[in-house]
């Protein structure tokens, strides 16, 4: 696996080995020496798997309490996935990055404690795994509002979003709860 320069303090890009013949293609989903040789040495207590129709956004979504990292990965389609960082000593505070990640590059994006996490469907359906280092906690769930024009996220929409009912109540960024 190599990683990727270009992102957010703490972001890294995961670009597995892929090896591939005429049956399709093998590659290594999750070894926790991999990673440690790329820094990430989280332990992941649970896995999750969402799907979205094209132009879904989901986020952007972290824990204030019981805060997770994510490893994010996506198995079918592709999305543009969003990360802003929230930990008030960094120097890249309020700012974002954004990937896509797809089943055809076949990238994992890490995401560490301290980060705002979202996501849009770009495919007509997208399978999307990511790995979360903190259980659910619904009490310490935050959201950002997706739209937030201080933070001017460049979702590259095409037409109007669908943002279920609890994203569309997310704070603004000024307001957010962040990490010290």
Same mark, same amino acid.
Do not use: C
């Given at each position: 696996?190599?990683?990727?320069?270009?992102?957010?303090?703490?972001? !890294?890009?995961? =670009?597995?080995?892929? $090896?591939?013949?005429?049956?399709?293609? /093998?590659?290594?989903? #999750?070894?926790?020496?991999?990673?440690?040789?790329?820094?990430?040495?989280?332990?992941?207590?649970?896995?999750?798997?969402?799907?979205?129709?094209?132009?879904?956004?989901?986020?952007?979504?972290?824990?204030?309490?019981?805060?997770?990292?994510?490893?994010?990965?996506?198995?079918?389609?592709?999305?543009?996935?969003?990360?802003?960082?929230?930990?008030?000593?960094?120097?890249?505070?309020?700012?974002?990055?954004?990937?896509? !990640?797809?089943? =055809?590059?076949?990238? $994992?994006?890490?995401?560490?404690?301290? /980060?705002?996490?979202? #996501?849009?469907?770009?495919?007509?359906?997208?399978?999307?795994?990511?790995?979360?280092?903190?259980?659910?906690?619904?009490?310490?769930?935050?959201?950002?509002?997706?739209?937030?024009?201080?933070?001017?996220?460049?979702?590259?929409?095409?037409?109007?979003?669908?943002?279920?009912?609890?994203?569309?109540?997310?704070?603004?960024?000024?307001?957010?709860?962040?990490?010290?």
């Amino acid at each position: 696996m190599s990683k990727t320069a270009g992102l957010l303090g703490g972001l !890294l890009v995961v =670009e597995p080995r892929v $090896f591939r013949d005429a049956r399709g293609f /093998f590659l290594e989903s #999750f070894s926790e020496r991999t990673m440690a040789s790329h820094g990430i040495s989280a332990r992941f207590v649970q896995d999750n798997h969402s799907y979205s129709v094209r132009n879904v956004i989901r986020g952007l979504h972290y824990q204030i309490r019981q805060p997770q990292g994510k490893l994010v990965y996506v198995v079918a389609g592709e999305i543009l996935d969003v990360a802003v960082d929230l930990r008030r000593p960094s120097p890249s505070f309020g700012q974002w990055s954004a990937i896509r !990640l797809s089943a =055809e590059n076949k990238k $994992f994006l890490w995401i560490p404690v301290g /980060f705002a996490h979202g #996501f849009r469907a770009l495919s007509d359906g997208a399978h999307v795994l990511y790995k979360v280092t903190d259980f659910y906690a619904p009490q310490s769930e935050r959201t950002l509002t997706w739209n937030d024009p201080d933070l001017a996220i460049d979702w590259q929409l095409e037409g109007e979003p669908i943002v279920s009912e609890k994203d569309q109540q997310g704070v603004a960024f000024r307001d957010a709860e962040t990490f010290d």
